[in-house]
């Protein structure tokens, strides 16, 4: 039987994008068709400018194109969420619109999984030419800072970039959290995961919406949803704390009944007031991320809003 290959193209602000982006997919398309049929969708997260008339366009010409357009903007989880929602085939392959996840790697994904019998084939970034050094550092110490606080095992470099069966992608779809940390959540998943390295490429029109803020905070949003270490830190540090103020007490003490009692240590004091009354203040910033994520989820709002699909689309 012919395998359908579902490609999942998170899309914002992508109309530069998006023709260079079909012309390649249907090349790879044509090349598989002895194989496996395909359908593109794409999900338009609520761009601003005119990629949802270059999909409708597409879908005119093209009925294997499929799209799913938000009402605003959700983020490129949600988009992949719904992008996974909307899919058909028994194979679900997702990239970006941009070009940098190019094509040309899915055959070599659909091997690994009907040849090699993996469930999923993911890629992974080895070198990160073109990428500021300084990003690239951080970047390691997130990996290194998360796999130590997890027990979840977040693959260093790992793209979206990746081809799953059918199995795996409703496993995915079960984790509707709000809160979505893919990386986090392709691997608490489970499955047999082959990875493909792969060399950064630039993008082929437009520009990366990711600033070093946004990645800080994606970054905090991973380690709290993926690990509740930074809860316990403060149980550990009040330990500390208590230990030394024994130690500290018994060391004046003596020193009072040897030594008289002069008084002095004013900086010390000081000193102590600032860094504990710092440290509980980051204690409860700590708290707030976890109880703010709780308070999101327990709201249970959808992940995403539906604004118009391909079926409104009159060929
Ligand atoms: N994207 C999205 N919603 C967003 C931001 C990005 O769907 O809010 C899509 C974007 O169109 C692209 C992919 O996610 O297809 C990756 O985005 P981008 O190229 O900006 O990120 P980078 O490649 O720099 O990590
Ligand atoms: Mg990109």
Redesign the pocket.
Known sequence: MRDTISAV??????EE?LPFFYDEIVRVAKEMETDAEFEFIF?N???KDKTIEVLRELRKKDTRVRYVSFSR????E???YAGFKAAKGNLIVV????L?HPPKFIPEMYKGIKEEGYDCVATRRVKREGEPKLRTFFSMRFYSLINRMSDTEIMPGAC?FRMMTRRMVDAVLEMSEANRFSKGIFSWVGFDTKWIPFENVA?VA?????SFKKLLGYSIDGITAFSTTPLQVSSFLGILFCAVAFIFAVITVIKTLVFGEPVSGFPTIVCLILLLGGLQLLMIGILGEYLAKTYVETKKRPIYIVKETEEDVEI
């Open positions: 193209v998170p899309c914002y602000n992508e994008s999900v997260d609520g761009s903007n959700f983020g490129k949600a988009a992949m990239l970006d619109a941009d940098q979206d993008r437009g520009e990366t919406t990711w």
